[in-house]
Nanobody, 123 residues
Framework: QVQLVESGGGLVQAGGSLGLSCAASGRSLSNLVMGWFRQAPGTEREFVARINWNDGSTYYADSVKGRFTISRDNAKKWVYLQMNSLKPEDTAVYYC????????????????WGQGTQVTVSS
């Protein structure tokens, strides 16, 4: 099990930037896939970005590609999501997620989730 705690959400104007952090604990982060998801009111949770802890490879949703950057800090055991050129449609609760890469490879989903942090982008 991995415990995840997000921080860094808030209110920002359109075009601005915001950074989210996810602190992970509970086990070694080797062999983990970690991701960011978001959920706006009345919508389903959607994938934003993921990172492979071992090699740092990343993957992004088309809606955020070129604007958001996911990264990790091995020493601090944190995952970051840097969000630039924010749009009102980026408004959502953002969740950090983690899964062992074998579980993720088999089932295509995550089994550890944070509590979420609100991001609001005003127009």
């Amino acid at each position: 099990q991995v415990q995840l705690v997000e921080s860094g959400g808030g209110l920002v104007q359109a075009g601005g930037s915001l950074g989210l952090s996810c602190a992970a604990s509970g086990r070694s982060l080797s062999n983990l896939v970690m991701g960011w998801f978001r959920q706006a009111p009345g919508t389903e949770r959607e994938f934003v970005a993921r990172i492979n802890w071992n090699d740092g490879s990343t993957y992004y949703a088309d809606s955020v590609k070129g604007r958001f950057t996911i990264s990790r800090d091995n020493a601090k055991k944190w995952v970051y999501l840097q969000m630039n050129s924010l749009k009102p449609e980026d408004t959502a609760v953002y969740y950090c997620a983690a899964a062992d890469y074998r579980y993720y490879s088999r089932y295509g989903r995550y089994d550890n989730w944070g509590q979420g942090t609100q991001v609001t982008v005003s127009s």
